[in-house]
């Protein structure tokens, strides 16, 4: 047996030291953050377990239920979305909690208020579940400034008010990725450990990529800019290479791989789709808080990303998210539109 690499191996930036470690620097804090995120990394450790299960378990397959978008849910995001509510209630720091898959926001019971709202998706993409390509948990941290009576209104802030937003890939690992508001760091569980281990730390997006995800299957009912921008990908003419086209249509996974490879995702208004598909709260903030923390950029078409204030806790957003000058080129597009008209 070799004991020094026995001991060399545990002296690893758990994801649980790393927030400590942040913690410490807040002389005033009392670690409630701290708690918080040890009961959202033991959700995506449960739900990472169960769809690595999920064919063997036989836990695929529709669950008889729609969710409030219409949408047949699995079984998957059913026991995910149990998953995170009772862990987040039962880390005894949040108030409001907001869910894909509840209608309603979830006021916690007073005894087990705390000062934190979350908004979450608990399993993203999960149209590709059967197919075992990678989907994801999207959550996004508010702070309460009151515990006393939570109503919706306290978690229709702009993106720019979020304390932490994250996201945990259910992919060939299993990978969690955090911004406190002092850049991204990327953690990556050993599945022998059951730990999350900061495999990515600062993780800045490339400036331009090669690289545009988008859904072209729309591009009939997409407007001027998008359809210029996505022409521009193609056959640029200033003798740049043409962008390579990736989609998985599984937005953790395709943000996942703009972040570190840099590019652009677009998930743009469209004549069927005037506000796009994708939610505000729990996709489109915490998504962009991500970018912008990483050196890129989140642009809804009309406005900085993180300045909308939703209205409706399941509102939805054009995106247009990745690395800074890509983005730069689509906000051009837009200005130039404006100006026409
Ligand atoms: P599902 O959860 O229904 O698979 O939707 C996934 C998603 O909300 C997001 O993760 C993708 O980026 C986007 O929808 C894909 O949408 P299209 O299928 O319209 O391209």
Excluded at 84 to 109: H, I, N, P, Q, W
Excluded at 211 to 222: D, F, K, L, M
Aim: proline residues 5%; contains cysteine; aromatic residues 8%.
């Amino acid at each position: 047996m070799d004991h020094a690499a026995d001991a060399h191996r545990t002296d690893l930036m758990t994801i649980t030291r790393f927030v400590l470690n942040e913690q410490s620097k807040y002389p005033e804090s009392r670690g409630d953050f701290t708690i918080l995120l040890s009961h959202i990394v033991l959700g995506c450790k449960f739900v990472c377990s169960a769809v690595n299960k999920a064919g063997l378990a036989k836990l695929i397959g529709l669950a008889g239920e729609t969710n409030i978008q219409g949408e047949e849910q699995k079984k998957l995001d059913v026991l995910s979305n149990d998953v995170f509510v009772k862990a987040l209630v039962s880390s005894g720091r949040t108030s409001v909690l907001v869910s894909e898959e509840d209608e309603e926001a979830t006021f916690v019971e007073p005894s087990k208020r705390g000062k934190y709202c979350v908004v979450f998706d608990p399993l993203d993409g999960s149209s590709n579940i059967d197919c075992g390509v990678s989907i994801g948990t999207i959550f996004g941290i508010y702070t309460l400034d009151h515990t006393d009576e939570p109503t919706t209104e306290d978690v229709l802030k702009p993106g720019n008010e979020m304390v932490a937003a994250g996201y945990c890939m259910y992919g060939s690992s299993c990978m969690l990725v955090l911004s406190t508001g002092t850049g991204v760091h990327g953690f990556t569980l050993d599945p022998s450990l059951g730990e999350f281990i900061l495999t990515h730390p600062d993780i800045k997006i490339p400036n331009k990529g090669n690289i545009y995800s988008v859904n072209e299957g729309n591009a009939q009912n997409w407007d001027g800019p998008t359809t210029k921008y996505v022409e521009k990908c193609k056959f640029p003419k200033d003798g740049s290479p043409a962008k390579s086209l990736r989609y998985v249509g599984s937005m953790v996974a395709d943000v996942h791989r703009t972040l570190l490879y840099g590019g652009i995702f677009l998930y743009p208004a469209d004549k069927k789709s005037p506000n796009g598909k994708l939610r505000v709260l729990y996709e489109v903030f915490p998504m962009s808080f991500l970018m912008e923390q990483a050196g890129g950029q989140a642009f809804t078409g009309k406005k900085r990303a993180l300045d909308l204030v939703p209205e409706k806790i399941h509102e939805r957003s054009p995106i247009f998210l990745g690395s800074y000058d890509d983005v730069e080129e689509i906000k051009a597009l837009y200005a130039e539109e404006e100006k026409k008209n």
